[in-house]
């Protein structure tokens, strides 16, 4: 079995998947997105997405940079030649994998024929993972990652095959339609359809936040690769959870405590790399996903969300929450 750290563009960066790996559980993750128009991006875009890349100037000299598992990079477009060009290039920069964007609802992405929209051509979807498949080399896997399909769930199926059948290493499905959105439940069972119609791995992705939707989430998708997405942001030790249940092997939850530590090094972290006018942001948005599982998340999260200067930031952090 194998865990994913799903990629959630402005929540899930480096200094993100480097916290939640260390704490651990996690076997690979995948960048926010890159967008993909109509030329190659240079080379510094792909090290700011993903300075986990043996090329990048941040990785150099043995740094402790990103993710402590493999990252693949993750390219959202509809320009087959163009998205081939620019997997060739990120390769080139020493990718792990490439993974292909067909399950962003977002209207403006969807708009310039990106993202969901894509689930509406099969026949696109194919040509797009063909060209990439063709372009890059055999020993890196291209992988997409899709939701069930764009108004309904009735495309699921021709999408995957039509996926496989171009060649992509493995499958992510969201289970849910773009029209869905982020409303529950996911439809994992629709995943169990694809398991049986695919040989390639499937990954089941949507709505686990808790051991208990794991196991459910197993039984009804067929599926033994998982990803998480918000579930691990509000419970950071879930992969662990998750594996330890498997496994059979005692575990006790993340205390507050050991969480507040890994919030106060994610401030640290994020500070300098993001504008000064977005200070922070990231730091609310972990806050308001740990609130879910936290109580104290809660009250640290009224204290801070408010201030917007590193100095009242941190003084609030500093303060011990319980
Ligand atoms: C804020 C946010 C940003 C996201 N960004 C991406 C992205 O860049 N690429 C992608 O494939 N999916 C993205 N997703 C979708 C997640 O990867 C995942 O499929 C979805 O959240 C369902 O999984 P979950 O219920 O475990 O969170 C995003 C989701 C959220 C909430």
């Known amino acids: 079995m194998r865990l994913f750290l799903a990629p959630m563009e402005g929540v899930v960066d480096h200094h993100m998947r480097r916290i939640l790996t260390q704490i651990g559980g996690i076997d690979m993750c995948v960048t926010e997105f890159i967008r993909i128009t109509s030329h190659v991006l240079p080379t510094r875009v792909y090290h700011k997405y993903c300075p986990e890349l043996p090329t990048a100037p941040a990785n150099k000299g043995n740094q402790n940079i990103g993710a402590l598992s493999p990252v693949k990079v993750q390219l959202l477009g509809s320009n087959a030649d163009m998205l081939a060009e620019n997997a060739v290039k990120v390769c080139e920069l020493g990718a792990s994998g490439i993974d292909l964007n067909f399950g962003c609802p977002a209207k403006t992405v969807n708009k310039s024929n990106g993202g969901a929209c894509l689930l509406d051509h099969t026949a696109l979807l194919h040509e797009i993972v063909s060209s990439v498949r063709n372009a890059v080399p055999a020993n890196i896997p291209v992988s997409a990652k899709i939701r069930l399909g764009y108004n309904d769930r009735n495309t699921y199926l021709d999408n995957a095959k039509a996926i496989a059948d171009a060649g992509a290493n493995e499958l992510c499905v969201h289970a849910r339609s773009k029209a ?17 119609a695919l040989t390639i791995p499937v990954i089941a992705n949507g709505e686990i936040w808790a051991q208990a939707d794991f196991v459910a989430c197993k039984e009804q998708s067929l599926c033994n690769d998982f990803m998480l997405g918000r579930g691990l942001l509000s419970k950071p030790d879930l992969a662990l ?5 498997v496994n059979g092997t005692p575990y006790t939850p993340m205390p507050w405590h050991e969480v507040q530590s890994h919030v106060r090094t994610f401030f640290d972290v994020t500070c300098d ?3 000064k006018k977005h200070m922070g942001n990231r730091l609310k948005q972990w806050l308001f996903y740990l609130k879910r599982e936290y109580p104290e998340a809660h009250v640290l999260f009224e204290n801070i969300k408010r201030e917007k200067t590193e100095e009242t930031l941190r003084a609030a952090l500093a303060v011990n929450v319980s």
């Not at 959870?241 to 249940?245: F, R």
Request: proline share 12%; net charge positive; aromatic share 20%.
């Open 241 to 245: 959870q998750i594996k330890h249940h």
């Open 180 to 196: 869905d959105g982020y409303k529950p439940p996911a439809y994992w069972r629709y995943i169990a359809d694809i398991k049986n």
């Open 273 to 275: 790399s993001y504008p």
